[in-house]
């Protein structure tokens, strides 16, 4: 080796750190957004990242790209840790041919999502891309497909974790729409697959991008994103704390951590939660907060299908997946967005050994044209099948309602819930006391006195948990105070579940 | 003795007098109405009952729903406590021809008390100072005009059957006095069916000071000292002390003396209160007389060391009194501050909903907490939004304070907007300190309301070393590098941003800031919400809240976020820009949850400012909101009827 290749190499280190140079990174910065490396240094441990293919070029030769080359071609990549485990990173550069995506740039993603697969990692994208680089036309298209194929085959193998944090639009939305998570940022990011000009050629409706597919609209309307934050650096520190409930691939559990809040704490305010009148609601995330670990639920998707919530927290330190009803919204009816939404998340789960927690309070599907055409009974069967599937341990609790159909849904004991606890407020029922009497006793409606007391009969003989009880379908019946306690106690029972479905090349879960 | 004491009240008042029961070997009876059948008080008692629907006029209000419980549980005597059936004349007649006790004065004394007029003839009788002014009726205007001139502007209009601030008026002119007269007769029609008015001279910046009396069957009187409670706001008292920092012993002597000659004038029995207003000069004249236990009874009882209840129950038994006035000492000092559901930013409208979190300190020889709550109950929109009493006690008036400013730091109330840091601010408020108070205090020191403590009133570094310390040891938790000896942490605020290094003790850790050196010795456990520690020697209580990146934190009025952050992250933080938050002002937001009791607008109405838009009624009041500017109707969200949360949209507006 000669003086010659070490300062070459010096001086080519330092043309690729500096991406598109000063004034592309100022423009970035006057966004209010970070650069494509700094993201990593808030991302990762400090000092932890590794590079990799930081001399990669495209090969591109058409409409004189041959002239404009940047070494790293508009993305870094590598791998580093967080919170000292192993992940893989790739990080698209806005600066560097506004983040396009060039058939280099496309190999080295697939390049980390291999090796990642290979040594059981996740992978974080930060995604800020302005899309395809047509001026390669399609060799790009190519590329996008040869990551689609890369983040299938590692679905369900490593976490797949993608964060928007520019454009990311036509083609490009297809990977983060793949992976398990779409983290995004308020007012800088925003996904589509048709962009505002190709609206209004269309459609002739004028809409910004922020309005077409920004980070509100993913997180509240469309459940395409499932959290959105502030600013680059809360997003990215969130994810950092996001990831420790995730185990690194689907061979591991998660990471436990030491908590001191005690698995036998009494919340003494639980009593009083579910109020006397059942037609009331009550807010199901006060539950949630008060009986994980040190009061900390992680939701996601909290502005989508809020009739449904889905989160983790902890109980005793292990990662928990947490699906639960909310009476506060559509008096917490499953619907069509709302199980869909829960139904992915317990696939999740159930993919990377996460145990679910499942507080059911529901009066049933919601009714409706608007449902009924939608497709609820496709939409809804999501849900049961993901339920049904799951072999992770399954704790559940029904605190209320858990009437019909939905009760079946909602990881009962017959979809092989491990442990399903009740309330004494449960009430376990076909339909509500005064709809089934109006069905059994038709020939009553007129005579109230009589249907007041058919009415009360039934209630008494099935608006409680006990006959369900009587049938081994509730485990136990357990002061709200102690629901903390049962569902500690129960994890801790299930810690070595094992339970294996038929072999098969897969399921066909009803899309 | 009695056997069976029913307490006609509910919250912490009926919890309070259920303890001397219960302590006297007397059995209880709670009452309850369909709002409060899990509530504290309901079950503190031996036994309980309900009287009606949420309603208090259905319920606690109802003498016939009371009475029936008294029967029905067989009880021998009846507490009333403060407020609802406590000043009513009628229910007490009904219960002493059932021959049941009332726990309280004669029917004569209430009933000449309850009238403004009555009263204050009555005082003049027995020598009490009175304002000046016209110890009659005004006929109209004009006559309120020519009474207004002999008395002398500025004077006050006040309706005989009034309380709670409705149907009064104060004037500065002929003009004012004309307009005010209409005004305050027609309120004190409406609000009281009686649009009798009375004139008398408006005392500038009064204090609010009030004589604890003790009377029983057999003619002994004796006061128990003054209570000083000129801190108020939408005139309720919310901060009580004892003794007053205003007075010496001899008006103390004074007052006390004319309280005691008004109690015998009327034949009073039972504890009752002669409250006086007091001018800068000392001067101070009745205002009227309480015949009933009073909220804020909890200092008088520490600086006497005598329960009040317990006198109240054995005066009505028949026992005298077992002191004489010689026997009574004062000793320390004594505070109280009231904990109310409400919104100090906006005008102290009252919150509602369920207390999800209710941290309140170990009571102890200095520290009380009478409370109606628990954690998980509902502050409901049919009652007082009072949460509880804190009272503190100390041997100076200084301590007393210091000790009140710690317990409100511990004090953590989540669900419900509460007035716990405007309390903390307000004691800790130089002119609070220097005992310069006057009952517009409030409105003056903060004419917009209050939304958080001065920033000057903590220790910074003190906070953003706890907050340091809190980061540290959560993320040390889940960091498998191996630990570092010295930590660097930035700590961002709104306004600045400090740089610290944490280095581990073994008594904890050693926060420095600049040249500044912190040791911080704590038990805090990670997710706990109170953050005791000794810091340089001095134990401290801050409340931290998880938010992202860091923490929220309380001390002493105090509310600021601090984030941490690694040095280069906060380097780059500078990048971060303040995002907008959506547009909200296209729509109209409901200050406060409540009903919808009307929409004065439709879809398409052009409407100007200040124009009424919706009626919402809270805590029995109605809130007319207005447009703050010219608007277009566009769409209606609500319907009369519906509840509504706070800060709900309720219309939609465009612009023209």
């Given amino acids: 080796m000669t003086d010659d290749n070490y300062q070459r190499l010096h001086r080519m280190t330092q043309d690729a750190l500096q991406g598109g140079g000063p004034r592309r990174i100022d423009a970035q910065h006057g966004k209010g957004k970070l650069t494509a490396r700094e993201r990593l240094e808030v991302l990762m441990d400090e000092g932890s990242f590794v590079e990799l293919d930081r001399f990669v070029e495209h090969r591109s030769t058409d409409f004189e790209m041959e002239t404009q080359k940047i070494l790293g071609d508009g993305v870094v990549t590598g791998y580093g840790t967080i919170n000292g485990r192993l992940v893989f990173v790739f990080s698209q550069d806005f600066t560097v041919f506004g983040g396009s995506l060039s058939e280099a740039h496309a190999e080295k993603i697939t390049k980390v999502l291999e090796q990642a697969m290979r040594v059981g990692a996740p992978v974080i994208g930060l995604n800020d891309s302005g899309g395809a680089r047509i001026q390669e036309g399609v060799a790009s298209l190519g590329g996008y497909a040869e990551i689609f194929q890369k983040n299938v085959l590692a679905s369900g193998v490593v976490p797949q974790l993608s964060v928007i944090m520019g454009p990311c639009a036509g083609g490009a939305v297809y990977s983060p729409a793949i992976t398990d998570f779409i983290f995004m940022v308020y007012g800088t990011s925003y996904m589509f697959v048709t962009g505002p000009e190709v609206v209004k050629t269309v459609t002739h409706e004028a809409v910004s991008a922020e309005e077409l597919g920004g980070a509100s609209v993913h997180s509240s309307n469309s459940g395409v994103a499932d959290a959105a934050f502030e600013n680059d650096i809360d997003a990215l520190t969130m994810v950092r704390k996001f990831m420790y409930y995730l185990p690194s691939n689907n061979q591991e559990k998660p990471p436990k951590i030491t908590t001191t809040d005690p698995s036998t704490r009494e919340v003494e305010s639980l009593e009083q939660l579910v109020p006397e009148d059942s037609s009331r609601p009550y807010d199901m995330k006060l539950l949630i907060q008060k009986i994980v670990d040190e009061d900390d639920f992680f939701e996601l998707q909290p502005d989508f299908a809020k009739n449904m919530i889905i989160g983790f927290g902890r109980f005793a330190g292990e990662s928990v997946g947490i699906v639960a009803n909310q009476p506060m919204v559509l008096a917490g009816c499953l619907d069509i967005d709302s199980s869909v939404k829960a139904a992915r998340f317990v696939r999740f789960c159930d993919c990377f050994n996460i145990p679910i927690l499942t507080l059911v309070d529901v009066p049933g599907f919601l009714p409706g044209k608007a449902q009924e055409h939608g497709g609820i009974i496709r939409q809804g069967a999501k849900l049961l099948y993901a339920f049904a599937e799951a072999t992770v341990p399954k704790v559940t609790v029904i605190t209320r309602k858990a009437y019909g159909g939905a009760y079946d849904v909602m990881s009962s004991k017959h979809l092989r819930g491990d442990v399903n606890l009740a309330w004494p407020s449960a009430e376990i029922a076909v339909m509500g006391a005064k709809g089934a009497v109006e069905i059994i006793f038709r020939q009553d409606i007129g005579d109230e006195k009589k249907i007041a007391q058919r009415t009360e009969s039934y209630k008494q003989k099935f608006a409680n948990p006990y006959s369900a009880a009587a049938r081994g379908y509730i485990d136990d019946i357990i002061l709200p105070k102690q629901t903390r306690r049962s569902v500690c106690e129960s994890l801790k029972m299930l810690a070595n579940k094992t339970l294996q479905n038929p072999w098969r090349k897969h399921g066909n879960i009803p899309l | ?656």
């Fill in chain 2, 1 to 656: 003795m009695f056997r069976k004491i029913l307490i006609a009240n509910r919250g912490e008042i009926a919890c309070r007098v259920i303890k001397t029961a219960r302590r006297l070997g007397i059995a209880t009876v709670s009452v309850y109405s369909d709002a409060d059948t899990q509530s504290l008080h309901r079950q503190s008692a031996d036994e309980s009952i309900r009287i009606g629907p949420a309603p208090a006029s259905k319920s606690y209000l109802d003498p016939c729903a009371v009475i029936a419980a008294c029967e029905a549980t067989g009880a021998d005597a009846v507490h009333p406590g403060y407020g609802f059936l406590s000043e009513n004349v009628a229910f007490a007649q009904s219960l002493s021809e059932r021959g049941i006790t009332f726990i309280g004065p004669n029917t004569h004394a209430i009933a000449i008390m309850g009238d403004k007029i009555e009263s204050k003839k009555a005082a003049e009788i027995a020598g009490v100072n009175v304002v000046p002014g016209f110890v009659d009726v005004v006929r109209d205007a004009n006559d309120a005009v020519r009474v207004a001139n002999e008395i002398g502007y500025p004077v006050m209009l006040k309706a005989s059957a009034g309380g709670g601030g409705k149907g009064m008026r104060v004037v500065s002119d002929d003009e004012e006095c004309k307009e005010g007269f209409i005004q305050a007769s027609h309120e004190a029609l409406g609000g009281f069916g009686d649009d009798r008015l009375f004139v008398e001279k408006f005392i500038e910046h009064p204090r609010h000071i009030e004589i604890q009396i003790l009377a029983d069957q057999y003619g002994n009187v004796v006061s128990l000292g003054e209570r000083e409670c000129s801190i108020q706001r939408r005139h309720q008292k919310i901060i009580e002390e004892a003794p007053s920092p205003f007075i010496d012993e001899q008006i103390r002597e004074r007052m006390s003396s004319q309280a005691i000659r008004l109690a015998k004038s009327v034949n009073y029995v039972s504890a009752g209160t002669v409250e006086f207003i007091v001018d800068r000069r000392r001067n101070f004249y009745f205002l009227e007389m309480n015949t009933r236990l009073q909220v804020e009874h909890p200092v008088t009882e520490f600086i006497t060391r005598i329960d009040l209840v317990e006198e109240m129950i054995r005066i009505s038994a028949g026992e005298a009194l077992s002191f004489k006035q010689s026997d009574i000492g004062i000793n320390g000092h004594s505070i109280e501050c009231r904990l109310y559901a409400e919104d100090p930013s906006r005008d102290f409208l009252p919150s509602t909903g369920r207390v999800n979190s209710y941290l309140v300190p170990e009571e102890n020889d200095a520290v009380r907490i009478d409370s109606g709550i628990k954690e998980g109950s509902d502050i409901s929109i049919y009652y007082d939004p009072m949460i509880a009493k804190a009272i503190s006690f100390g041997a100076s008036r200084d301590d007393a304070i210091d000790s009140m400013l710690s317990v409100l730091d511990r004090c953590y109330i989540d669900g419900v907007l509460h007035n716990v840091r405007f309390l903390s601010a307000l004691l800790s408020h130089q002119r609070f300190r220097d005992g310069d108070l006057t009952t517009t205090l409030i409105a003056e020191e903060y004419p917009d309301g209050f939304t958080n403590g001065p920033i000057d009133n903590v220790d910074i570094d003190l906070l953003v070393a706890v907050a340091a310390y809190a980061h540290v040891k959560t993320e040390g938790r889940i960091n498998g590098l191996a630990p570092q000896r010295t930590i660097k942490k930035v700590a961002v605020l709104s306004d600045r941003q400090i740089s610290l290094k944490l280095m581990a003790d073994p008594e904890g850790y050693l926060v420095s800031i600049g040249d500044k050196d912190l040791l911080i010795e704590s038990q805090w456990c990670i997710g706990d919400i109170l953050f005791f520690a000794v810091v340089g020697g001095r134990s401290v209580c801050i409340q931290m809240q998880r938010i992202t990146n860091g923490y929220r934190l309380t001390h002493s009025g105090c509310q600021i976020d601090v984030h941490l952050y690694a040095p280069r992250v906060a380097e780059l933080s500078q990048y971060m820009v303040e995002k907008e938050s959506p547009d909200l002002s296209a729509f109209l937001l409901s200050p406060m949850p409540g009903l919808l009791v009307s929409i004065n607008v439709e879809v398409g109405q052009k409407v100007k400012a200040t124009e009424e838009l919706v009626v919402v009624e809270a805590m029995k009041m109605e809130n007319t909101l207005r447009a703050d500017r010219d608007v277009v109707v566009d769409e209606i969200l609500v319907e009369a009827g519906d509840s509504v949360t706070v800060n709900q949209p309720l219309l939609l507006f465009r612009r023209e």
